[in-house]
């Protein structure tokens, strides 16, 4: 998002937040004698601003050119860890669109608030008689939000009432799903991709991210795609018929037609055209039921391949008093599932952990403003005041979103000093080496000495994190482009990383 609204000339010390504005009358000779010391003690601390925030190094300044990324569209703030003053501050104070790198904000308070072995339930109760093998009554499976409710565990937990005798369903699957707050959710809002996965919305039964993951395997030796559809709920009638071609990869899906419908109950899934037998295996990612009918075509599916049978269809609704808990899933630490949001910055896991601290904290339903007051108290009793903080969903996959980098930049500070720090660290990506990062400055010095979390909206590009330089200074680095051109400034990105590593300039006493 661009805000490049240039406001009046200030300058800001580190020390006590003094601000100066351009314009004003500073002359000494226009204020009485007595005031002069006062006068000479402002002109020190600007003195003291001016040499701690050096200008942007050339080789960032000139990328940003290239780009045509203008100055006012980019904050910047390098501070060591150990230091008491940024080492560089480039509109450290401007409200920017920090894009995924507000997961930095989610993922560390709810490593603190919820601890780092904190775990979600998934479970499943009778409400019934139970009669041998045989329910008469519903099935009901409560959700707590678990962010990564994937098709392997939830197969474990439908394994295990089989596994109890359970085989036959004389009644409805009832789902639970009363610990987050049910909210109207428009997947298509953001960006009008309705489909894609990224864009599935918060639920506290959410199962395998409501995604059906299409897996291509070419056949050169028949000449045949082979596409296979994971899972394959009730509810989706799946085709394709899709040819192997020879030449080069290049982008795998320009040959392949896809033609998706959905009215959330049911869906209709096809694949023509042809791709690359050279490409391999691809996967292709969509979401095409309503979460409800998913879960149900999901469970469907699953219990008849263990050999269940369910008569009923689905509903909402609560466990009932008197109902019979059979069994429970548990999801993976808190640390294990933030490794997962950082590394891949994964938007539906985010929200999902985001919703939990507030029906954690304060009490089912979680809801976006319930996670929103208790993320502010948690940050006021760290006395960190981030005034133009906008959370929005936690995630970052939003155009309100909005913090400074400098107040980035403190929240990396703060963390540098907390018993989760290495819980947090361990959770961004690697520079060069593995998540969002492994790709990038891969032939450079800095490959694997920076823990680094990128953000990428349409007209934002963003990165915030730790840097180990060669001289085994440990510094935060936080950059925020918002403007048209973002993409175009990764390269002046990569050069801010390099400039700090290499040990920026050094600061004058």
């Known amino acids: 998002m661009s805000d490049e609204r240039a406001g009046p000339a200030r300058c800001t010390s580190a020390a006590g937040g003094f601000k100066y504005h351009a314009g004003r009358n500073h002359d000494p000779a226009m204020r009485p004698a007595p005031f002069l010391p006062r006068f000479l003690l402002l002109m020190l601390l600007l003195a003291a601003g001016a040499a701690g925030a050096q200008p942007l190094p050339d080789t960032v300044a000139a990328a940003l050119k290239r780009a045509q990324v203008p100055l006012s569209a980019v904050s910047i703030y390098v501070q060591g860890v150990d230091e008491a003053k940024p080492l560089l501050a480039h509109n450290a104070a401007q409200a920017m669109n920090p894009a995924s790198t507000m997961k930095l904000l989610t993922t560390y308070a709810a490593l603190e608030l919820l601890g780092p072995t904190y775990s979600w339930k998934t479970e499943a109760y009778a409400a019934g008689r139970l009669q041998g093998d045989t329910l008469q009554g519903d099935l009901v499976l409560k959700g707590y939000g678990d962010p990564k409710l994937t098709l392997e565990n939830f197969w474990l937990l439908l394994r295990r009432l089989r596994a109890l005798g359970l085989r036959e369903i004389r009644g409805d699957l009832v789902e639970d799903r009363s610990y987050f707050e049910a909210a109207a959710y428009d997947p298509g809002k953001f960006d009008g991709e309705p489909l894609r996965a990224y864009n599935v919305g918060p639920d506290a039964l959410l199962l395998n991210f409501k995604a059906v993951r299409f897996q291509f395997l ?70 095409l039921l309503a979460q409800p009918d998913y879960v149900y075509g999901v469970f469907k599916q699953l219990w008849q391949e263990l050999g269940g049978s369910i008569s009923g269809g689905w509903r909402d609704g609560t466990v009932p008093a008197g109902a019979r808990l059979l069994a429970t899933g548990e999801s993976a630490s808190s640390a294990e599932l933030v490794r997962d949001i950082n590394k891949y910055s994964n938007n539906v896991m985010a929200r999902q952990l985001f919703l939990t601290l507030g029906a954690q904290l304060l009490g089912p339903p979680g809801s976006n403003e319930r996670s929103i007051q208790v993320l502010r108290a948690w940050l006021e009793q760290k006395k960190l005041d981030f005034p133009e903080l906008v959370m929005d969903n936690g995630a970052g996959l939003s155009r309100e979103a909005r913090i400074s980098a400098e107040h980035m930049a403190r929240l990396l500070l703060d963390a540098w000093h907390s018993a989760v720090m290495p819980e947090l660290m361990s959770s961004l990506p690697l520079v060069a080496e593995d998540g969002t990062m492994r790709r990038r400055l891969r032939f450079e010095s800095i490959a694997g000495q920076a823990h ?15 840097v180990l330089d060669q001289h085994a200074r440990r510094r935060v680095v936080v950059m925020f482009i918002n403007h048209p051109n973002a993409a175009a400034g990764r390269p002046a990105q990569d050069a801010l990383l390099e400039w700090v590593y290499a040990g920026g300039a050094v600061r004058r006493n």
């Open 218 to 287: 070419p056949d050169a030796g028949s000449g045949r795609v082979n596409v296979i559809a994971e899972p394959r709920p009730a509810g989706l009638d799946f085709s394709a018929s899709v040819r192997a071609g020879d030449g080069p990869c290049g982008d795998w899906r320009a040959g392949i037609s896809a033609d998706f419908h959905s009215n959330g109950a049911s869906a209709k899934a096809s694949f023509t055209g042809s791709m690359p037998a050279s490409c391999g295996e691809h996967y292709w990612n969509a979401s």
């Open 452 to 466: 680094i979390k990128t953000g990428s909206l349409s007209n934002a590009r963003t990165l915030a994190g730790y």
